[in-house]
């Protein structure tokens, strides 16, 4: 079973947007985070897309739709098969994802693995 963590660091926590978000959203995030804890390899797209561009091949997006809008949650894989969270976002343009994967790829090197949290 794969563990999860999400990280204190950057404007808003994993935690903080959760808090904020409808019911909608965070029941399609409980299922989707269940199915990434228990290592289902078969995660791909609409739910997950791994990047392919070399700069942000570290990244993945958990991609999900609920309550007429769109969220993705840019996260990293470890060696080990840990998953760190590192920034939700609610997409209502082209760019945005552009925005997110910058600021992530800031958020991973700023990452100590002494702050992380695991999400239960």
């Known amino acids: ?51 392919s561009i070399e700069k942000y091949k570290a990244l993945y997006e958990l991609r999900m739709k609920a309550g007429g809008t769109m969220v993705r949650v840019i996260y990293c894989e470890r060696e080990n098969g840990d998953i760190i969270f590192l920034y939700a976002f609610y997409k209502k343009d082209k760019r945005d994802t552009q925005k997110a994967l910058d600021y992530s790829l800031k958020l991973l090197e700023l990452v100590d693995e002494n702050e992380l949290t695991e999400i239960l």
């Open 1 to 51: 079973m794969r563990r999860i963590f999400y990280s204190k660091e950057g404007k808003e926590s994993i935690s903080a947007f959760l808090e904020k978000a409808d019911i909608k959203v965070k029941k399609k995030f409980s299922f989707l985070l269940g199915l990434i804890r228990n290592g289902k390899p078969v995660l791909c797209e609409p739910y997950v897309k791994h990047f």
